[in-house]
């Protein structure tokens, strides 16, 4: 085993969307140091193959490894879904190091059950997450009587990104898509946003669901689930740093990243360019 220096939590995601989860886990665990690379060059990953996934997601663990990153959250569903397995299974154990890396599917799942009363769940996702099919796999290892039911919904991203997700315009993208999963199913009574940019249309998917429907992003889990994984391994957290330090990267334009980060932090940010 490699003599590991200390460095920073890192949290990757094909642009921005990643954000929304960076920003509960910080508001979960604000004593940590923390690395964020947004690869915004090459986002959308929705639409992409799994090879390309995996291979660009692959290129993005590598560089933050070599910011010192011990462990590393795919803040990104597409990533999670098309990439993080064969991370595991194939990449890390060539690393003779304790690095570790960590997805958003599978802490989502393992309390997916315990939150729908009917036992029928309903995912938004993007294409590339919906047709992996892993929240349906997932799920079924943790709860094999729980029903899921999935809706695609490619116009979502490009709404939030180009600022569109208050306008008249993306109320009927919004309702289009939870009529299509809704009519699935009556007996759905909680709805999973499997896309870190979906909470930005929070407020007008609630409008468009019945009241009795929960709707659960996943911010919060994840960074429940990060927090029980620090302690649960003290070997890894001795090797993630405490100063409260934030840094953040992207493989586009530093000026787009900070204009367009804001949105999802809600805070401001100063990024660096990162050529990967």
């Known amino acids: 085993m490699e003599l590991q220096q200390a460095g920073p939590i890192g949290v990757f995601d094909s642009g921005y969307g990643g954000l929304t989860v960076f920003k509960e886990i910080i508001k979960k665990l604000p004593q940590y140091d923390y690395v964020y690379l947004g690869d915004n060059a090459r986002a959308p990953y929705g639409v992409r193959s799994f090879d390309t996934v995996y291979e660009y997601t692959l290129q993005c663990v590598e560089a933050l490894f070599r910011l010192n990153c011990n462990i590393i959250v795919l803040a990104c569903n ?19 190091s304790l690095q570790r890396v960590l997805g958003v599917i599978r802490p989502t799942t393992e309390l997916l059950g315990e939150l729908t009363r009917s036992g029928e769940v309903g995912i938004l996702g993007t294409q590339g997450t919906v047709s992996s099919q892993s929240y349906v796999i997932e799920t079924q290892k943790f709860f094999p009587e729980v029903k899921v039911y999935q809706e695609a919904c490619p116009m979502w991203v490009p709404l939030v990104e180009n ?17 299509n999963l809704l009519s699935q199913s009556q007996g759905i009574d909680t709805v999973l946003l499997a896309c870190t940019h ?15 429907i929960k709707i659960i992003p996943q911010g919060e889990i994840v960074a429940g689930s990060l927090e029980d994984y620090l302690k649960r391994h003290p070997e890894l957290d001795a090797l993630c740093t405490k100063g409260g330090g934030r840094e953040f990267y992207t493989t586009e334009s530093v000026d787009d990243f900070n204009s367009k980060a804001n949105i999802f932090l809600g805070q401001p940010v100063n990024a660096k360019y990162l050529h990967l």
């Open 163 to 179: 600022r569109e997700h208050d306008s008249p315009g993306a109320d009927y993208f919004v309702k289009r898509h939870l009529n």
């Open 198 to 212: 979906y909470p930005l249309l929070m407020e007008k998917i609630r409008a468009h669901t019945p009241g009795h």
């Open 78 to 96: 597409t990533a999670s879904a098309k990439a993080l397995r064969n991370i595991q299974q194939k990449d890390l154990p060539k690393r003779k």
